[in-house]
């Protein structure tokens, strides 16, 4: 039985092949992980191992040192396919987090990433949206779009701002290639290298590698259950003459926290002393079971340049963000836009977002989703109880949950370990300019259901449970 | 009559009112031109007029100053497309070229832009790729994608490469949100503000408006049939130490010319004698009839960073660029993009180039472009001759036709006149960094069909043609 037909080896090594011979998995592909495979099949790792090394001798297949096996080509070398094996030696800092994730094992368990399960997105939707374009006009799916993008995502944006008070004119609003870009290209156009720019502390992680891509000095204000530290912020800013603030005004990533209508207003006040430009990221606005206050709205856009983008509630396959802001600003911006991507976002994409968003269903899809969240985020302190890991604060919505490790723990160690495990973690001080967030974690209660999370916490961190 | 029922006016007035019920136009929406829509409903345009003020009177439009009519709306002030009304007192500069063919009214005829008509693209490939795509897990259409961007579309790369022979790992290409996108991460990674960076002279205008964005210095190398003059582009490298060269080999923008193999060994020499390190912008490589030489090619990618899309071939809605470089490099331009754009492009918009790629119509499709586009070069060549505007240069491909004005005539003059008769030109100097192409304009020959271009042209160089 030289290749093992009749045993299980024989099993596993028909079952490879008939990927191949089927086209499921091509020349340079990344074959299935032995553990995973090993549970896919029903049998050890070590007969997974055998099998590969067998296909590997016969040529089919080619193993690379440390990263697993590949289908052999056509003289084309395997792709080593990052997304599936990202560096886990490089230091844990905010790519480490955004690598990790992005470039996660599809059988990882993230309950350190920033997005919802694509099961738990408007899928129905999205496919109706599809099959609707692909009857749209030549234009629409061959033609780059206008340098503002979609008129008629434009207009629902501003139906949106109307409804919160926010009444804006129309050269006010222009569409980018995501909400990261929206922060990126202010940055570009009000940012000099050696600038001031604040932010929270702890704050969304990429606001810290964004800005180090800038070049810029960065200085964080404490965040509370209520907001930035008033105190702080206004000491800082008489103290630093910060050129910009980034922040998140409802639902704070990471903490959930929300501004509460005093600090709103003494942040305001402040940054109009100081002549402070304030950037805020409304990201996560669809998720707030009620509005709470917005510096955009007091504001009205003067100092504070509002932006957003469809990745978390609708799919972030789809990239497309959004900025609201002073219409001579915009103006520029539209300019450094064209000069960096040659016109606005995709305009397949931008439709394909207007027809889930007019499509009537979403509101009812943000009910559905803020309710399961609402359990999710329950349950999962309950379940990080027993670890001594508690919530910061318990928010009043999103998908995040802020938690304190118990005394002594570093969640560094405990995220490297962890990735070990195929599970990535999002550790404290990602989050934090003062490095003073080395014992939080946090979690997205969306993704946290995995029962492994729990017990490659409790292994790393020695807790014995009870059986 | 009151509502001019029965007459020409009043079945202008029905004919809007039954687009604003249908909800062909809503609220916010532009109304056709008076001119366009008297000839669509072949009617004088004073009927139009008196149309459009009756309906504004009832209040169903609105009048805004100097920018035409829009359906009146529910509080929401009318949207200003800018798409439909570019601001045209700008300086006549790359921006304004980039606004004046992004933004421009659909019934504009756009000889200045760069890209090919809607229905010279492959429509019918696009749109059984949507409807595949309506069909793909939820992942693919919810999810970021990874880091690189998707395996299938690199994959797809990595074999033109190899056809080519340039053979490179599979660590030394990355996916980004656009070509010009891929520049900007480049210049972003390798320059500093103050940097001289060298472009040819003409070069294409949206290079000039990147750097600068990017705050560097200038300069710009003449252009020859057969590549940079290689004497100059020696002096200017000692001379000047730029950092960075970027440049178009095959079907160079505007010209069409292309590389000879002596001026590339001579670039590359000099190019490694001073350090200097090459971005090759392969965007027109599919347009080419026979291969060219490539300084990527020749170099093997270490001190050349080969960029392209698949804007000019495939779809310029469906955004997606690429960077081939040395493997060190590409993993601190994805740090970048993670940084600036969180994530590689849209899973979605690679997922449909990937399936037009693979499609097997792709090769006839860019077959029967290449022969339309012969023809229609020919034929532009012929028709701008009465006019005394002479191709610079006979190119091999592509869709440019840079031509000299007859002596004394300003491009720029011309280009201004020309917008102001819904006809988007681009002139000379915009390609330009030392200013010297003022008498030229570059054609696009696949969007030079409409009989207005001659008209206008000729009317407004004041040159009578025979009845």
Not at 382 to 395: A, D, F, K, S, V
Request: aromatic share 6%; charged share 20%; proline share 7%.
């Amino acid at each position: 039985m030289k290749d093992g037909h009749g045993t299980r080896t024989g099993e596993v090594m028909a079952a490879i092949r008939s990927k191949v011979s089927t086209r499921a998995l091509v020349a340079g592909d990344r074959l299935p992980s032995i553990r995973s495979f090993a549970a896919t099949m029903g049998v050890s790792p070590s007969t997974i191992v055998e099998a590969y090394d067998r296909l590997a001798a016969e040529g089919l297949i080619r193993a690379r040192r440390g990263s697993g096996f590949y289908v052999a080509g056509h003289g084309l070398p395997p792709l080593a396919l990052s997304e599936a094996e990202p560096r886990r030696d490089r230091a844990v800092d905010p790519f480490w987090v955004s690598r990790q994730s992005l470039d996660a094992d599809p059988a990882a368990a993230k309950p350190g990433c920033g997005w919802l399960p694509a099961d738990w997105m408007p899928h129905g939707a999205l496919r109706r949206a599809l099959r609707i374009l692909a009857r749209a006009e030549d234009s629409l799916l061959a033609d780059y779009g206008g340098t503002r993008g979609s008129p008629a995502l434009r207009r629902l944006l501003l139906g949106r701002f109307a409804a919160e008070g926010l009444e804006i004119a129309p050269d006010r609003i222009m569409l980018t290639g995501s909400g990261t870009q929206a922060i990126d290209l202010i940055c570009r156009f009000l940012l000099r290298p050696g600038d001031t720019v604040l932010v929270d502390d702890p704050c969304y992680f990429n606001f810290r590698a964004l800005l180090r891509a800038h070049q810029v000095r960065i200085v964080g204000v404490p965040y509370t259950p209520s907001g930035p530290d008033v105190a702080a912020f206004e000491t800082i800013l008489s103290e630093e003459r910060p050129r910009l603030y980034i922040t998140n005004s409802a639902l704070h990533n990471p903490t959930g926290a929300t501004l509460s209508p005093q600090a709103a207003y003494r942040v305001l006040n402040a940054a109009s002393a100081h002549d402070l430009t304030i950037v805020e990221d409304d990201i996560f606005a669809d998720f707030e079971p009620e509005p709470s206050p917005r510096l955009a709205v007091l504001d009205g856009l003067d100092r504070v340049i509002r932006i957003g983008s469809f990745s978390k509630t609708l799919s972030a396959s789809i990239r497309c963000g959004y900025i609201a802001a002073r219409a001579d600003w915009i103006e520029c911006l539209v300019d450094l836009q064209v000069a960096t991507s040659f016109g606005g976002p995709s305009p397949v994409a931008t439709q394909l977002i207007a027809g889930v968003l007019a499509g009537g269903g979403y509101r009812k899809h943000m009910e559905e989703l803020r309710q399961r969240l609402a359990r999710a985020r329950h349950e999962v302190a309950i379940r990080l109880e027993p670890l001594g890991i508690q919530p910061w604060h318990m928010p009043r919505g999103g998908f995040y949950l802020w938690c304190r490790l118990p005394e002594g723990r570093d969640s560094a160690a405990l995220a490297r370990a962890a990735v070990e495990e195929n599970v990535v973690l999002a550790p404290g001080n990602v989050f934090s300019v003062s490095q003073t967030a080395g014992s939080f974690l946090r979690f997205n209660v969306a993704q946290s259901g995995d029962p492994r999370i729990i017990s490659v916490l409790g292994r790393a961190m020695g807790v014995h449970r009870a059986a």
